[in-house]
């Protein structure tokens, strides 16, 4: 086995880097395939739990869906791939492993993975239209048929389990090894959240200057889920829709939005100082507060001058009032009362 370089050890800058690449086009020489000895277990494989059997009887269940083996699959995919990586690439850094596994176990890949298998055209399910279409269902699919395949084939037989994860896998794991070591050397991307956070205070604080309302976040996202989804969001200002933003998440669609809201907005986007609305306000300011000083508004140094001038100097201060001459009487101390001698006191009749 010809063991390919291994990439370099820099780790990704996100955990999700493979979700700005595509699916590799790439696909095993042969698809292998595998015939269950059980039959109970391969109905399980392919019940989704959407479906409602037809009536028989009281005494017949429903069928076992594949959610418990879809809650086996994933890990079991996880350890399946860590054997195949660390056996390819010895002498990779964990991070590295890490993610070129975040990304041979995504939910795209074993989607596509299951496609590829054609599993979906045996699923059970009531509502077809809905459900196999859904990413999220083909993924959890192939988890589950990998699981069962585990199960029916016993913990002697891992390595035939293997064997078969080894030769589906094979392709990916070196079409997303040369991804990954493209995204290594690549710089990595800047925190847009951090730089855009700015841009929402700021038409935050434009609406209160203004005295408008707060600006209104609407969002809408495409009906995808994990790294497939993306958020837009409208943001409304003063009744009317100004802006638009379209990201991978909530937050940085409304920073987004927010930073063409600030563009589409001429006084907010050239910020309070040096603009005419600014300078409007500014005077308003000083005159309001000339009036409730009670003093006509001051221009300049000279006017404030010769204001000054015209009201001549302060009064002179009032004489200061004459000492007392007489003392202040003292008031005189109250006799204290005699006390009342007892009516059976010794010496009184």
Known sequence: ?????????????????YS???????????IPTYTFSSPTLEAQVFTHSSFVPPF??????????NSSLTWLGHPLAQTLCSLHLTTYFPTLS???ITDLRAALTSKPLHAHLCRLLNLHKNLHTSTPD????????????FEAYLAALSRDLGLNRFHDLYAWYHS???????AYHNLYAQHSVAPPPRNGRQELAPYTSRLMEYAAKNKLEP??????????????????????????????GIAGSKIEAKHCASKEAIKAIPAAAEGDGGTAAAAVRRKKKEVF???ARGTPRMQGPQQQQQQVQALGPPPPLPPPLPPMSMPIPMPMPMPMPMPMPYANAPGTT
């Open 130 to 141: 809905k459900v196999l279409t859904s990413e999220k269902v083909l993924a959890d699919l």
């Open 56 to 65: 028989t009887s009281f005494n017949t269940s429903p069928p076992a869906d």
């Open 1 to 17: 086995m010809n063991v390919p370089k291994p990439v370099s050890d820099k780790p990704s800058s996100s955990g999700a880097w």
């Open 215 to 244: 600006p209104k976040f609407e969002f809408e996202s495409n009906g995808q889920q994990g790294t497939d989804i993306q958020w837009r969001c409208c943001v409304v200002l003063d009744g009317r829709v100004v802006s638009r």
């Open 289 to 291: 507060r000339a009036r």
């Open 168 to 174: 589906l896998l094979t392709p990916f794991v070196h």
């Open 94 to 96: 964990t991070q590295a």
């Open 20 to 30: 700005a690449y595509p699916i590799p086009a790439v696909a095993p020489t042969t």
